[in-house]
């Protein structure tokens, strides 16, 4: 089992920037894959970042690419998002997720591979 919540999120204008951070109980945090989702409403889970168990591989949807960064401490179990530029279309609900079956240095980026999900954080950029 892994438990995950996540703080950070909040309002913010179009520029501004705004970093999220997951905190990973359960596991060892070190040995699985992360990820950061998102669902704006009406709108289906996509990914945002991923990141393998070491931290040395990173993916970013293109839509994030240049103004988002993950990481994670794996001293501190902690996973984190700085978001910068944001823009209106950055709108939503924001989740951390552990895939535990993917050690190494893959990260997967489907919703299915994940297996453990936060509770959600909102973040709303506003024009």
């Known amino acids: 089992q892994v438990q995950l919540v996540e703080s950070g999120g909040g309002l913010v204008q179009a520029g501004g920037s705004l970093r999220l951070s997951c905190a990973a109980s359960?596991?060892?945090?070190?040995?699985?894959?992360m990820a950061w989702f998102r669902q704006a409403p009406g709108k289906e889970r996509e990914v945002v970042a991923a990141i393998n168990s070491s931290g040395g591989r990173t993916y970013y949807a293109d839509s994030v690419k240049d103004r988002f960064t993950i990481s994670r401490d794996n001293a501190k179990n902690t996973l984190s998002l700085q978001m910068n530029s944001l823009k209106p279309e950055d709108t939503a609900v924001y989740y951390c997720?552990?895939?535990?079956?993917?050690?190494?240095?893959?990260?997967?980026?489907?919703?299915?591979?994940?297996?453990?999900w936060g509770q959600g954080t909102q973040v709303t950029v506003s024009s």
């Open positions: 997720a552990a895939a535990t079956r993917y050690s190494g240095s893959y990260a997967p980026i489907r919703p299915n591979d994940y297996f453990y």
């Open positions: 359960g596991r060892t945090f070190s040995r699985y894959a």
